[in-house]
């Protein structure tokens, strides 16, 4: 069964600090995703990264997937309140049309 | 419409009790999915209709019947829930099996079976 790990599991930086998030599975997949959650709310989808080497910036996030090393990063630059949230990676089972999601990465930003 | 809705937002039912979710998208996506989310957790994914045929059934308990009507539509019947499966039910939907999976959430039903 394909295995998928986060680590962190919980996150608490200050605001303007740098951190990543890092992302390992247990089999061969180049299609990763990040979603974010609020607290409560459903998962709002953040990157799709679809071939190794792939990288996706939007705002003050920056993912990454390295196949070959089955990880995938997300880097947080100069953190904002704004970010706390669970985050969650997600690899596609290919083939079998379904996703296995990771443990989440619950972030806290401190002001 | 790039939008996945879900009714109810809030139920709560008792052991005895029978009612439905109802998902529904106009996205033109084939492919189907009910996930469940205890507090704290990732999902899990429960069913998945693949051009309205059910494709995935991870061993979930029979008093969950899912039901795809059409490409647009998804339910989930609920008959004599158990108090520990309250937990948030998330439906999502995808191009289909074969493009990448990316996977759109409706903003969820949360569920209390007293």
């Known amino acids: 069964e394909l295995k998928v790990e986060q680590n962190p599991l919980f996150l608490s930086m200050q605001e303007g600090k740098n951190y990543t998030i890092y992302c390992n599975y247990s089999?061969?997949?180049?299609?990763l995703y990040w979603y974010r959650q609020d607290p409560g709310k459903s998962l709002e989808s953040l990157f799709v990264?679809?071939?190794?080497?792939a990288v996706k910036q939007e705002g003050r996030l920056m993912a990454s997937l390295d196949t070959k090393a089955r990880l995938s990063t997300l880097h947080i630059t100069a953190a904002v309140h704004d970010l706390s949230a669970t985050y969650f990676c997600?690899?596609?089972?290919?083939?079998?049309?379904?996703?296995?999601f990771g443990t989440g990465t619950r972030l806290t930003v401190i002001p | 419409d790039t939008e996945v809705t879900q009714t109810p937002k809030h139920l709560v039912m008792g052991m005895t009790n029978k009612k439905s979710l109802k998902c529904e998208q106009h996205?033109?996506?084939?492919?189907m999915y009910w996930y469940k989310q205890k507090a704290k957790k990732p999902p899990e994914l429960m069913f998945v209709?693949?051009?309205?045929?059910?494709?995935i059934n991870e061993s979930v308990p029979s008093r969950f019947s899912p039901e795809c009507p059409n490409s647009s539509l998804l339910n989930l019947h609920l008959h004599a829930l158990q108090p520990e499966d309250s937990a948030l039910y998330l439906c999502?939907?995808?191009?289909?099996?074969?493009?990448?999976?990316?996977?759109?959430f409706g903003p969820g039903t949360r569920l209390t079976v007293l």
């Open positions: 999502a939907s995808s191009q289909g099996p074969t493009v990448y999976n990316e996977q759109f």
């Open positions: 089999t061969t997949s180049d299609r």
């Open positions: 990264l679809l071939s190794n080497g």
């Open positions: 997600a690899v596609d089972n290919t083939g079998a049309n379904n996703l296995f």
């Open positions: 996205m033109g996506h084939r492919a």
């Open positions: 209709y693949s051009y309205e045929k059910l494709s």
